[in-house]
């Protein structure tokens, strides 16, 4: 008879989709966001928290090319942002939190757009948008013009043109912001499934419970500079809580106040 072995095999680290290092960018004498470093990889959630003017969204913009750093380096799927743009950027998909559409199209032709733009057969992106237009329910108001769309409407567009060349990163910026709960749950499970299948959604989000029920890691900004790091059980590690989410980031985003104790008290 063999002898079990009692060799432990350890799995291989996932491939990396993003790599952020040693970022730095300012307007003016605003330090937006200092020497930051951030590794994403394939097939997670990663949620990225911060308080309002923390850096959050300035950091999306920077991972996508429609900001560059001052300093540091941006490489997606391996693709140097500066150095190989075009290739790098056809792997990456933006859904900003103010989601943009041309007013004067209907949302169809506002994908069809997106569709030519990246080069995708109409078989397939026929396919993509049957599925996303089932899922995201618009077929009520795809063939009217954009100017008619409330805020949810817009964002269903542009999550569903996001997606249609399959891309390999989603980077969206507050996706749940005006969206009635059945469209936020699916967009949720869309997400998850885009994860399961090896692709990478990196999520900024004011949304606490959306993070702690989605994300697979969590990275908490500060004043440009990135104080917390890991999933959420390390993030409880690192704070010395064991509380919810939110408790975690309001401890590691507290600021210090200059008020002294009165006399006398």
Known sequence: MNPVSDTVVLSPPSP?????????KSFGDQVAVRDLSLTLYEGEIFAFLGPNGAGKTTTLKVTTGLLRPDAGTVRVCGLSLRHQALQAKQHIAYVPDQPFVYDKLTGREFIHFTRDMYGVSETVAAQ??????QRLGMD??????CET???GMKQKVALAAALLHGPRVLIVDEPMVGLDPRTARAMKDIFRELADSGQTVFMSTHTLDVAEQLADRIGIIHHGRLVALGTLGELR?????????????????????DETTPAGS
């Open 16 to 24: 990396v989709a993003v790599q952020l290092e040693g970022i730095t």
């Open 128 to 133: 993509r948008l049957g599925a996303l237009n």
């Open 140 to 145: 009520g108001f795809l063939d009217q013009l």
């Open 149 to 151: 769309y409330s805020h």
């Open 237 to 257: 590690a690192q704070s010395r809580m064991d509380g919810r989410l939110e408790d975690i980031f309001l401890r590691l985003t507290d600021e210090p106040t």
